[in-house]
């Protein structure tokens, strides 16, 4: 049996990096997904991939800051599957336009807010009604080392991220009496496709982390733990996946 057998997850940033590490895991561990992303094509490639090794995969191409895209992607996911049990709210990122507060672009905080923020807050709004329904469930929040950590150079995504892990907070203690677990995971720097392309060698988070960078397959795991009945009696907690960095 796997550690997901039965269970219905929606996940967010599906089609690469850590969304799509996991989305590989928890396939293999029973799960069956609806996967929302906004690149269309990688997402549906990665669907074909799952179904294709014997797994039950529903792609939705959602942009997370849309309201009205998001709500309609959580009712298709309930739809095909009989509802859910598991959201990953795990779509974010930030740009190489971030930078100081008070040197950045307005519409760059925007952005970050939008992405990383507001995307979760619209899963977990349009998610948790699905989950009482379930009878309870679990929420993954995506945070990031910078919200732990007092760091320089990406205020806006550190902003937004910062929001997560309150967010994440308030939600596990206010939903915790519908059995609905709420927790995050915050990765340090993770050698995805996006990251290997914006980051420097000698970038100080980098260079600080003892058992050196993360690759997206590190974080699958944890999310596979923070899913299953396994942390039934874990709510509210911010994992760090950070290689130490955030203990130095």
């Known amino acids: 049996m796997g550690r997901l057998d039965g269970k219905r997850a929606l996940i967010t940033g599906s089609a690469s990096g850590i969304g799509r590490a996991t989305a590989r895991l928890f396939a293999k561990e029973g799960a069956r997904l609806t996967l929302c992303d906004i690149k269309a094509k990688e997402n549906d490639q990665l669907a074909e991939e799952i179904l294709d090794m014997g797994g039950e995969a529903l792609s939705i191409h959602v942009d997370v800051g849309d309201p009205e895209a998001m709500q309609t992607a959580f009712q298709q996911a309930a739809t095909a599957f009989g509802g859910l049990d598991v959201i990953y709210n795990n779509a974010g990122g930030a740009t190489g336009?971030?930078?100081?507060?008070?040197?950045?672009?307005?519409?760059?905080?925007?952005?970050?807010?939008?992405?990383n923020l507001f995307g979760a807050v619209l899963g977990c709004r349009y998610g948790i009604p699905h989950l009482i329904e379930a009878?309870?469930?679990?929420?993954?929040?995506?945070?990031?080392?910078r919200a732990l950590i007092g760091t320089s150079g990406a205020d806006a995504y550190t902003a937004a991220k910062g929001g997560i892990v309150t967010l994440?907070?308030?939600?596990?203690l206010q939903w915790a009496h519908a059995r609905i677990r709420v927790n995050a995971?915050?990765?340090?720097?993770?050698?995805?496709?996006r990251v290997r392309g914006l980051l420097s060698d000698d970038d100080p988070i980098r260079l600080k982390t003892p058992l050196g960078p993360s690759e997206p397959?590190?974080?699958?795991?944890?999310a596979v733990y923070l899913?299953?009945?396994?942390?039934?009696?874990?709510?509210g907690a911010i994992?760090?996946?950070d290689g130490g960095a955030s203990v130095v």
């Open 97 to 115: 336009n971030d930078g100081l507060i008070t040197e950045i672009e307005l519409d760059e905080f925007w952005h970050a807010i939008r992405l």
């Open 135 to 145: 009878g309870g469930g679990a929420i993954i929040n995506s945070a990031s080392i």
């Open 168 to 172: 994440t907070r308030a939600l596990a």
């Open 185 to 193: 995971i915050s990765p340090g720097v993770v050698l995805t496709d």
């Open 217 to 222: 397959e590190d974080a699958a795991p944890l």
């Open 227 to 235: 899913a299953s009945d396994e942390s039934r009696q874990v709510t």
């Open 239 to 241: 994992l760090p996946m």
